[in-house]
RNA sequence: UGGCCUAUAGUAUAAUGGUAGUACGACAGAUUUUGGUUCUGUUCGUCUUGGUUCGAAUCCAGGUAGGCCAACCA
């Protein structure tokens, strides 16, 4: 049992608290704001406080953040709870922050009572200009000075419905002279006229983040409450609010957020692309969210496995979408069912084959040593890829071209004889020889040949329709780049082969199950396949060293 | 130009005053019935200037660079 692995800061914290008996154990939460789909960055998150808790035999709570019933639906609860189960985790309780508004409010008025917060009638401009600038001090207004029994009967008042959004907010009194922003004066209440997704029409007036979040952690005696790198300047109020109610000291910690090469992580961006259908929607195969990157065949423990590998820190950072590929493909290398699949048809004859057909066993995964066989009909016209014959092949080409020999993966090797041409000179088909005694297992000619091809026997062959998809922006650095991020959508990010070959075996089809198309990539079934029309999205490519090859001549 | 956070290889992340390591990438090679996988090797780094110390990536001070904060969003 010897743990190598370091710890990140948090652990570093907690390993302290435990070890200083400041917890016996440790509660951590998620805590979603219910207004969008969970993308990479969340899961950053959720495999951070559910990880924890794992580690150091606690526990963690999904809690919703749900004081703003303006953005907020049931749908995006349904589809959090969705992602966090498939990614494998397991809440301990799922709360929701509107479960607290009762007590919430009981919170605001001990504020009230203790002289720490009042009703202010200014508009909202009126708050930002006498909240001064980092270098000015604001100012207090004449609201600020109302007695306690009248800022509970105005706030009652508020809470009552007798006035109307914006007219008046609460405000918690702490120093409008602060360096901190957040802790001049800070807005703690304010009236929504709303439909709240769980109470309804019971509140018109709704608390603010800085009023919810750290009293719903204290209400639930969370330990370790962490967030990201902006909650920063919070932690301050957030402090300052348990002190000053005297309630359980939960305390916060920040790391840094994830950001990704080629690609969003805001879920502001994320709703625009989906609500001007630059994608089909939140699970586009090609979005940055945990439905889209399930839809497209990333796997679970990939996911937890590179969440794993990029770390905690406090540093700005921007990972390379290439080790997210990098986890994808290792997982599904292991697990991925191998089947053939030829994209764009070339045809071969193969001229000294006269049987109707010959049934070939191929292993389902080689890396499984005991891996299952399928059967697949090999027989005298098959097809293989355009792009693995070429007539005039350069230097290290080891396919197909005129006298050349290639294997045919589980069956025979050939040997090219003659190509065949229409009248413009295009390619039509090949002519080729086998050899008897190569085949596949009990190969006996004593040749060796550099190249192994994927194949279908063209009489037998089944067809699917196959998306493939490219990332979503063409430059690395989305955030960063000038302008609107939507200029540098990438217009190629879907390509759709609407009739490609494949064995039969394709046809025994495993929702559940990944496959590798032989030398094409890891690919899985589309929700919008039928039984009539076969839908495979391509997860991810297969490393190609030959195309880097041919890209450096 | 107020406050806060951060700075280690191309990208991330360790080293907690004592040999700068790991992963991904890149490059080279071996193996291979997937130009996949696997294996081996190579390349490349402590923002800067001082200070403390026998010894500094680490501690201190100044500088520089990047980020965050002035929503009735979270």
């Known amino acids: 049992m010897s743990e190598e692995k370091s710890l990140n800061f948090i652990e570093e914290i907690i390993e302290k608290d435990l070890q200083d008996g400041k917890h016996e154990t440790i509660l951590t939460r998620f805590p979603p704001e219910p207004n969008g789909y969970l993308h990479i960055g969340h899961a950053k998150s959720i495999c951070l406080n559910f990880g924890l808790a794992l580690k150091y035999n606690g526990k963690t709570n999904l809690r919703f953040d749900d004081t703003n019933p303006v953005t907020e639906e049931t749908e995006y609860v349904e589809s959090i709870k969705e992602d966090i189960n498939w990614l494998g985790f397991k809440w301990t309780n799922e709360f929701y922050a509107s479960d607290y508004f009762d007590k919430l409010y009981e919170f605001a008025i001990i504020l009230i009572k203790k002289g720490l917060a009042y009703v202010d009638d200014s508009s909202s401009e009126e708050i930002a200009q006498q909240k001064g600038t980092p270098t000015i001090p604001g100012i207090r207004n004449r609201f600020s000075e109302r007695d306690i029994e009248e800022n509970v009967k105005l706030f009652t008042e508020m809470k009552d419905g007798k006035y109307v959004d914006g007219e008046k907010v609460l405000r918690a009194k702490v120093d409008m002279s602060s360096p901190n922003m957040h802790m001049r004066d800070p807005i703690i209440y304010r009236i929504k006229h709303a439909h709240h997704h769980r109470t309804g029409n019971k509140w018109c007036i709704y608390p603010m983040y800085d009023f919810a979040h750290g009293q719903s952690d204290s209400i639930e005696n969370i330990t370790h409450s962490i967030c990201t790198l902006e909650f920063i300047p919070h932690r301050e109020l957030y402090n300052w609010l348990i002190q000053q109610l005297a309630i359980f000291p939960s305390q916060q ?29 939140w699970d586009d195969p090609r979005m940055p969210t945990i439905s889209g990157m399930r839809r497209r065949g990333y796997g679970a423990a990939a996911l937890r496995d590179f969440c794993d590998k990029i770390g905690i820190a406090k540093r700005e950072n921007l990972i390379d979408i290439g080790l997210l590929e990098f986890c994808v493909r290792e997982e599904l290398n292991k697990t991925a069912l191998r089947r053939m699949v030829v994209f764009n048809p070339l045809k071969i004859t193969i001229t000294n084959f006269n049987k109707e057909e010959e049934m070939v066993s191929i292993e389902d995964n080689p890396e499984d040593p005991n891996s299952t ?5 090999f027989s005298k016209e098959i097809y293989i890829e355009q792009e693995d014959f070429m007539e005039i092949p350069p230097k290290k080409f080891f396919r197909l071209y005129p006298g050349g020999r290639v294997r045919l993966k589980g069956a025979y090797i050939i040997e090219c004889n003659e190509v065949v041409k229409d009248n413009e000179g295009n390619i039509t088909e090949l002519q080729c020889s086998y050899l008897p005694e190569s085949k596949s297992g009990n190969d006996t000619s004593g040749i060796h040949v550099k190249g192994t091809l994927h194949w279908v026997s063209k009489a037998h062959a089944v067809h699917a329709e196959v998306k493939l998809f490219d990332r979503l922006f063409h430059i690395e650095n989305v955030a960063e780049a000038e302008g609107d991020f939507k200029d540098h959508i990438n217009p190629n990010s879907l390509q759709i082969i609407e009739k490609v070959y494949a064995e039969p075996a394709l046809l025994d089809i495993d929702i559940q199950k990944k496959y590798q198309f032989l030398r094409k990539g890891y690919f899985c079934i589309d929700k919008d396949s039928t039984k009539e029309k076969l839908i495979f999205n391509r997860t991810v490519t297969l490393k190609d060293t030959w195309a880097k090859e041919v890209k450096k001549n």
Not at 373 to 377: K, N, S
Request: glycine share 2%; charged share 25%.
């Open 253 to 281: 910690y920040e790391f840094a957020r994830l950001n990704m090469t080629y690609t969003v992580m805001s879920k502001r961006k994320l709703l625009q692309l989906v609500n001007e259908k630059h994608v089909v929607g």
């Open 373 to 377: 066989h399928r059967m697949v009909p």
